[in-house]
């Protein structure tokens, strides 16, 4: 059975960076899409951004674009999220996702693989 991890979540300033990492382990998701969602407090989680194997497709939510960087490394079994200029709106628990047998993108009812989650606060 394939897992997902992230790390690098914490407590920053309004304006500055962080760098989350979804390590996988268990299985290859070499092919799928990856996927990275968040869960602001008292409300649905939404997507963020998701990137396809080769880098074919890329789709970052409205709300971040041009802040929040996705990429992958299958070698290394590894996805990230770059996130610059950090909002207080941008506090949440961002969760790495994968689809398995999907080619461009990551809905999240089809998701088929979930991280426990990390947290990230941005105070202001």
């Known amino acids: 059975q394939g897992q997902l991890v992230e790390s690098g979540g914490g407590a920053v300033q309004a304006g500055e960076s962080l760098l989350l990492t979804c390590t996988a382990s268990?299985?290859?998701?070499?092919?799928?899409?990856m996927a990275w969602y968040r869960q602001p407090p008292g409300k649905a989680r939404e997507f963020v951004a998701d990137?396809?194997?080769?880098?074919?497709?890329?789709r970052v939510a409205l709300s971040v674009k041009d802040r929040f960087f996705i990429s992958r490394d299958d070698a290394k079994g590894a996805m990230w999220l770059q996130m610059n200029s950090l909002k207080p709106e941008d506090t949440a628990v961002y969760f790495c996702a994968a689809c398995t047998g999907r080619e461009f993108v990551c809905p999240e009812d089809e998701a088929n693989y979930w991280g426990q989650g990390t947290q990230v606060t941005v105070l202001s």
């Open positions: 268990g299985r290859t998701f070499i092919g799928d899409v």
């Open positions: 990137i396809s194997y080769h880098n074919l497709s890329l």
